[in-house]
């Protein structure tokens, strides 16, 4: 999205951490670290009746890191990110109108960075909760108690603890929930109730003291504050030491991988170094259908490339929004779901042709 205003809800299934400096050296000193613990951990679990399914150890043997393999990053990095993106949004920030401020989430750039009509489309839309956004929510509220829940969690307990929760607060989807007819309820429950259960089965039970972080808020103001960059990290683990990288950033997906997903948690990498100054050490997405992570450690390269990623969406966002440029139509996968897909023959021809290969 783009404009401050509309709404930056995750539709899929798809916020801190204190970094007070060490007062032991951070390469020996283990526990100044909880990533740290998940390494040995690891090791000593993958013993027969540890409890862990190959699933769970495989998720444990990524995200674990002992101080040593853990990278120290520049402390002038942040500020010449920060120079860097400022220097280069600032000719769109000149044309956004007074009254309003470009916010930019990574929906808002997988998007335009995708097809510029279907972003158009989308923009042009008032936000509307639907099953598939209200479970997403759901899911995320009951993964958020799970966390914390005291004792063995149960995903149906989790989903009607968020269910109501939910209801009861002042989130915009509260009417929606508390509107459903039994049926719908039912259905939303059943699909919630499986997320939560796959993320059970899939990840290691989370220990406070990896300072799990669910829906973990990151937010960037640039240009005088007329530019955002903001969102929210379905999961992170652990901190940084100093200079020296510790946090996970994870996000949690259903369905398969796509290049997006990388580039989501790029841009979240790229926020958490504005924001704190130490980079997170790993970002990971993981696929709960398959029981698959996907993950990539965080060098200045990556970062490099999220400030590029966004120089280029701010700029195409501002073009389109505010110079009427001619959206460029790039068929792909959002033409299943795009409002378009009724006149728009390059997006249906790709819809054939994905149908007769999935055919095959
Ligand atoms: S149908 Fe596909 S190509 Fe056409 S506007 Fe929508 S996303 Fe773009």
Redesign the pocket.
Known sequence: MALRGASDLDAGFDDHEDDAAPTTDPVTDRSADPTAELAPRAAAELSPGGGLNPAQRDVLTVLGARPHERPEFDPRLRHELRADLEERLAPSAALVPDDKVLWLSKHALSSVH?????YL?REAEDFAWSPTTARGTVAHKALELCVHWRGEPVPGDLVDEAFARLIASTNSVSPYLGGMTEGERADLRSGAVERVAMFLECFPPLESRWRPVTESRLRADLCQDKVVLGGKVDLTVGRPDGLRAGKVLLDLKTGGFAPAHRDDLRFYALIETLRIGTPPRLLATYYLDGGRLQHETVTEDVLQTAVERVVQGARAVVELRHEERT?V????P??RW????ST?????R??EERAELEGW
């Not at 139509?329 to 792909?332: D, K, S």
């Not at 795009?338 to 897909?341: G, T």
């Open positions: 995708g097809c510029e009509s279907h489309a959206p139509l790039r068929p792909g959002p033409c795009c409002p378009l897909q728009c023959v390059d997006g249906q790709w819809l």
